[in-house]
């Protein structure tokens, strides 16, 4: 922070994606056209009862909606975290739909009253916006799966990401169990970003949310889990998401984002009680994820790269043991642009991460492509 209390912005790091330009124009000019593996952008059709909703009454609502949302919404969202995970004691009043996860992600620190003095806790491989939320409140932040080294540091945020942008990885219950006594020994807020838990792939166990009671008892105190339905009901486009857990927490956040008017229209918060009423075209959608991931682990290791974790979620974590951006342009001569390891964290300098979401027409292009 600045000695006027305002946000530095010259401590944050440049937008990871646009350094890879000029590979993208690389990857551009292959004869076949590019297979854009570098972001999880979704590309499948939204369900068709997502878009009823979006398009049917309340898409005639002139008033503004309540950052709350209505009670059906967040009552259906709660049912659909019993039904899908097993989560028991969800409240309804301890739900608030987001515009989108990445903006809570990114402020969530601020939300919290987080500053100067505290520290953020976010895994060794993580997604670059939990580095951003930690700077923009103008708290410290260390990288650590295994909360060893921190000391006596007033930690206020522990950041957990299971399945996990980029690995794949899946956090056994053992371990969620000990980071959350070890947060609430501390007076320390875990978040955990479930955003792929509805992807399990082919992960055993299955992962589990840091709600679920095996993990927390039942008791949801400085507990918040973060979900978005981005990928399970592409609905990237509709920036529809939602944070649950510890009611007191909810309720802070909720009177927040009131004020600085962070709302999800009303159209957006009918369809998304719409999809998480909706189980088929999550299965159909897992279903297909689960076949890519198939196809582009074996083309992959047909090339000779060796595949870390990436039982679950939407990516694939691979190395060829060499410098990840050598891979990366490696890769684009052949059509097929994906992600640098480096952009989440000093401990993937080696590796790439390759999502699984393009169209079959295009993955079929990358296998045949990287099979050669």
């Given at each position: 922070?600045s000695?006027?209390?305002?946000?530095?912005?010259?401590?944050?790091?440049?937008?990871?994606?646009?350094?890879?330009a000029?590979?993208?124009?690389?990857?551009?000019?292959?004869?076949?056209?590019?297979?854009?593996?570098?972001i999880?952008?979704?590309v499948?059709p939204?369900?068709?009862?997502?878009?009823?909703a979006l398009?049917?009454?309340a898409a005639d609502?002139?008033g503004?909606?309540t950052?709350?949302?209505?009670?059906?919404?967040?009552?259906?969202?709660?049912?659909?975290?019993?039904r899908?995970?097993?989560?028991?004691?969800?409240?309804p009043?301890?739900?608030?739909?987001t515009?989108?996860?990445?903006?809570?992600?990114?402020?969530?620190?601020?939300?919290?009253?987080?500053?100067?003095?505290?520290?953020?806790?976010i895994?060794?491989?993580?997604y670059?916006?939990?580095e951003?939320?930690?700077?923009?409140a103008?708290?410290?932040?260390?990288?650590s799966?295994?909360?060893?080294?921190?000391?006596?540091?007033?930690t206020?945020?522990?950041w957990?990401?299971?399945?996990s942008?980029?690995?794949?990885?899946?956090?056994?219950?053992?371990?969620?169990?000990?980071?959350?006594a070890?947060?609430?020994?501390?007076?320390?807020?875990?978040?955990?970003?479930?955003c792929?838990?509805?992807l399990?792939?082919?992960?055993?166990?299955?992962?589990?949310s840091?709600?679920h009671?095996d993990?927390?008892?039942?008791?949801?105190t400085?507990?918040?889990?973060?979900?978005?339905?981005s990928?399970?009901s592409?609905?990237?486009?509709?920036?529809a998401?939602?944070?649950a857990g510890?009611?007191?927490?909810?309720?802070?956040?909720?009177?927040?984002?009131?004020?600085?008017?962070?709302?999800?229209?009303?159209p957006?918060?009918?369809?998304?009680?719409?999809?998480v009423?909706?189980?088929?075209?999550?299965?159909?959608?897992?279903?297909i994820?689960?076949?890519?991931?198939v196809?582009?682990?074996a083309?992959?290791e047909?090339?000779g790269m060796?595949?870390?974790?990436?039982e679950a979620?939407?990516?694939?974590?691979?190395t060829?043991?060499?410098?990840?951006?050598?891979?990366?342009?490696?890769l684009?001569?052949?059509?097929?642009?994906?992600?640098?390891?480096e952009f989440?964290?000093?401990?993937?300098?080696?590796f790439?991460r390759?999502?699984?979401?393009?169209s079959?027409?295009?993955i079929?292009?990358?296998?045949?492509?990287?099979?050669?």
């Open positions: 922070m000695s006027a209390g305002t946000v530095d912005r010259t401590g944050l790091p440049d937008f990871p994606w646009d350094s890879l000029g590979d993208q124009e690389l990857a551009r000019a292959h004869p076949g056209g590019i297979v854009d593996l570098s999880g952008t979704p499948d939204v369900p068709a009862v997502v878009r009823a398009t049917g009454p609502i002139p503004y909606p950052t709350y949302g209505p009670a059906s919404l967040r009552e259906a969202i709660a049912d659909s975290l019993s899908r995970f097993g989560i028991t004691g969800a409240d009043a301890a739900v608030l739909p515009i989108g996860s990445k903006e809570l992600i990114a402020w969530l620190p601020t939300l919290l009253g987080l500053g100067a003095g505290d520290l953020v806790v895994p060794e491989l993580a670059p916006t939990y951003v939320g930690a700077r923009l103008g708290a410290d932040f260390v990288r799966d295994g909360l060893l080294g921190i000391g006596p540091r007033r206020g945020l522990v957990l990401n299971s399945p942008n980029p690995t794949g990885r899946v956090l056994p219950v053992d371990h969620l169990r000990k980071v959350v070890w947060a609430r020994e501390r007076g320390a807020v875990v978040a955990s970003d479930e792929y838990l509805g399990p792939g082919v992960a055993d166990p299955a992962p589990t840091v709600l009671p993990v927390c008892d039942g008791d949801h400085g507990l918040l889990a973060v979900h978005s339905l990928k399970t592409n609905l990237a486009g509709y920036r998401a939602f944070v510890d009611r007191a927490l909810v309720s802070r956040l909720l009177e927040i984002r009131k004020h600085a008017g962070l709302i999800v229209p009303h957006v918060q009918a369809a998304m009680a719409a999809a009423a909706d189980d088929a075209h999550v299965d159909a959608q897992r279903a994820y689960d076949a890519r991931r196809r582009l682990r083309a992959l047909s090339r060796r595949i870390e974790h990436s979620g939407l990516y694939l974590w691979a060829e043991g060499r410098p990840g951006r050598d891979t990366v342009h490696g684009a001569e052949q059509g097929v642009l994906v992600a640098p390891g989440y964290g000093p401990a993937g300098d080696e790439v390759v999502a699984l979401s393009a079959d027409e295009r079929d292009a990358a296998v045949e492509r990287l099979s050669r």
